[in-house]
């Protein structure tokens, strides 16, 4: 297979863990190809990549900047992925949206646990990857070395393409294994200088030029071939058998150097242009695939402009003054600026306005955008995260994302009442902005509660609330949803009886309350007869029971799981109404519930928890100490999968803990599996803390 490259087109993420220097190299490519006058500092806040406040007082990426510029002809579209986990929806929607990826990983560091999450992600999309080591101009970086642990922690076949020129602080440049040359960098000037290898270096060069020919021709019976009768591959065939092997994800090409220090960065931009595929090439491998929204039969597209125009969406961006872009790949066809299409996702008729491209937060009009392009769109109003956008006439809907679900919550008090308002349309925005966040009100407790991936997630989406909208928050743990049930059947009366200067009021009704099974909910039940309570005051019973339900009488919180049966009465032909046995009702009940042994229930989340195999022990120990009960454990790759369930109540501070214990490799998903009983130190821990609440707020 020869590479054809119909588009001159190349769409790459940058991904990597924190501090990998992706943004930095990021930069040096920009300079490398001269879209920018110097090489701005991540210390400075002054890098095209990191432009948002948040970015560039915290050092680190928090949402991928899209830079697009050219090389040798070739438009190449970079998505600079956040590092850290909290983002990590970032990494996945970027990763939706290019063909190809540039894992990062620093020498200084090495490998680190947080790679297989993306690793994961590659995988599943199957896409081309290409691994960059960072920092080879650091004391005691080991370029083969790195390679060597990403070999085994990743299960790969990692291929270096070129050698260090130096070591450590006397590293100048790389040799090129394909070019045959070294390509060293100039303080001065962006442009590489090429010269011929060293004397000196010449016998290790060709080692390793050697290394590259046989494992290149490992990939295919004809170079084994030629590479038997010859000793060598030619460059046509060593070149052609790489493109194979790499599209075919055989092999994952590696090249290092220095981002700081402009390093490498050019033979890294020759492997992406000549190794990544252009869209076209990638629709060849795999099918552009999608579903008619109606008939839901499968489509295939080719990826080729010729097409009806259809694209993915991949991030939505909403600034005050700015308005909102929508950031989309355009997989077939031709978008033109201004015009109309459909958002098949949601089945609405939708306007685009200007179109851009982008270089960090820098944007450029253009008139149109063509198959395998990335574009930003202007004013589009329904459209979100993960929507399709088409030509109404041929419609079709690409899969969604699978958002990840938040893990942390806290409860927000606002610090003016005057800004309610102001704080729930901010977030909300924040939420289209970025899925993984979650913003709702939770009428159990009648808290606002955010909830988001991390700690660092939930801070930074407060300073952009502050920065864009204006309105601060405070924050706090959030209530336990608590609920309250009982043990035993219990029976009481409830009679209300007032006289005044004219009607009375008269209910008088008796009450049997039963435990239902654990999730049954609330059962009513009329077993009157005789008329000893008119039918026309059932109703007014029922209410009366579900108002008291709402406030139990071991803490104050909702009765579930309950079956409340009037089975007796009485009534007085002028004096009793409606409002009198929903008062009678409500006496009666809370009489019984006294009597029927009641008891507090809590909510028990279902917990999976991903660490490596050496940290087994301790996460279960932890988990544990937390009230919680171990299911079961399941491998997944060096890591392990423990399954719990555990009280909701114990893993409302468990991100940070979970971080802290793990040093950042343990990641953890939760959700509501049930409600049981509390023990009875916690019962009484719970109810004492809610008197003093209720006496603290009188």
Aim: charged share 25%.
């Amino acid at each position: 297979m020869k590479h054809t490259n119909p588009s001159p087109i190349r769409n790459v993420a940058f991904a990597s863990y924190p501090g990998a220097g992706k943004t930095t190299l990021c930069e040096a490519i920009a300079w490398t190809t001269g879209i920018i006058p110097s090489m701005g500092s991540i210390l400075q806040g002054t890098t095209i990549g990191d432009f948002e406040p948040e970015e560039m007082h915290r050092h680190h990426s928090t949402g991928s900047a899209l830079l697009q510029l050219d090389w040798q002809g070739t438009k190449i579209n970079i998505l600079d992925c956040p590092g850290t986990l909290d983002f990590f929806f970032e990494v996945k929607s970027a990763l939706r949206a290019v063909d190809g990826v540039v894992l990062v990983a620093s020498a200084a560091t090495g490998y680190r646990s947080e790679m297989e999450r993306v690793w994961d992600v590659i995988q599943a999309l199957d896409l081309p990857c290409l691994i960059f080591i960072n920092d080879l101009d650091k004391e005691r970086a080991d370029y083969l070395s790195v390679i060597e642990e990403c070999q085994k922690a990743l299960e790969c076949s990692p291929l270096p393409l070129v050698m260090p020129l130096g070591a450590g602080a006397g590293l100048t440049g790389v040799m090129d294994l394909l070019a045959q040359q070294t390509i060293s960098s100039q303080a001065s000037s962006p442009k590489p200088h090429k010269a011929d290898i060293p004397a000196e270096q010449r016998d290790e060069f060709h080692e390793q030029r050697l290394k590259l020919m046989e494992r290149v021709a490992e990939t295919n019976d004809q170079l084994v071939e030629k590479y038997l009768a010859n000793g060598v591959l030619s460059q046509e065939d060593l070149t052609d058998g790489l493109l194979v092997g790499i599209l075919d994800r055989k092999l994952i090409p590696v090249v290092g150097g220095s981002a700081i220090h402009n390093i490498g960065t050019a033979s890294l931009l020759d492997a992406i242009v000549s190794f990544f595929p252009s869209p076209e090439d990638r629709a060849g491998l795999h099918a552009i695939q999608g579903k008619h929204p109606q008939t839901h039969e499968d489509i295939r597209l080719k990826g080729d402009s010729q097409e009806s125009f259809s694209a993915f969406v991949f991030k939505t961006t909403i600034d005050p003054f700015v308005g909102r872009l929508t950031f989309a790949r355009v997989l077939s066809g031709t978008l033109a600026a201004d015009s109309a299409f459909l958002n098949s996702t949601r089945q609405s008729k939708e306007k685009g306005g200007h179109l851009f491209f982008s270089l960090g937060k820098k944007h450029t009009q253009v008139p149109q955008a063509v198959a395998g392009d990335v574009v930003a769109i202007a004013k589009l109003k329904d459209t979100q995260t993960g929507d399709t956008l088409c030509d109404d006439k041929h419609p079709i809907v690409f899969p969604g994302f699978q958002i990840m679900k938040p893990v942390m919550s806290y409860a927000l008090e606002v610090k003016s009442k005057n800004d309610i308002d102001k704080v729930s349309l901010g977030l909300h925005k924040l939420v289209e902005e970025d899925p993984s966040l979650e913003f709702l009100r939770n009428e159990e407790t009648k808290e606002m509660l955010l909830s988001g991936v991390g700690q660092g997630h939930i801070d930074v989406t407060l300073e952009k609330l502050k920065r864009k909208y204006g309105v601060e928050v405070n924050l706090h743990m959030p209530k336990v949803p608590y609920k309250e049930t009982i043990h035993r059947m219990a029976q009481a009366q409830g009679k209300y009886k007032k006289q005044t200067g004219g009607h009375g009021q008269y209910g008088d009704c008796w009450l049997q309350v039963e435990p239902l099974p654990r999730g049954a909910g609330f059962e009513f039940h009329n077993n009157i007869v005789g008329g000893v309570i008119p039918r026309n005051f059932i109703p007014a019973v029922e209410k009366g029971v579900h108002e008291a339900m709402g406030q139990g009488c071991v803490a104050g919180f909702p009765i579930v799981d309950i079956r409340v049966t009037v089975y007796d009465g009485s009534h007085h032909p002028v004096d009793s109404s409606e409002m009198a046995f929903k008062v009678a009702a409500s006496m009666g009940f809370k009489k019984a519930m006294e009597e029927a042994h009641p008891t507090l229930l809590e909510p028990i989340m279902k917990v999976e928890v991903t660490v490596p195999d050496d940290l087994v022990g301790t996460i279960i120990g932890d988990l544990n100490s937390r009230r919680g009960r171990i299911q079961g454990m399941e491998a997944k790759g060096h890591n392990q999968i423990i399954k719990a369930l555990v009280p909701l109540a114990e893993m409302l501070k468990y991100a940070p803990a979970l971080t802290s214990i793990t040093a950042g490799k343990g990641t953890y998903v939760m959700e509501l599996s049930g409600y049981e009983e509390v023990p009875k130190d916690v019962l009484n821990r719970v109810a004492e803390e809610q008197k003093r609440e209720m006496v603290s707020s009188t």
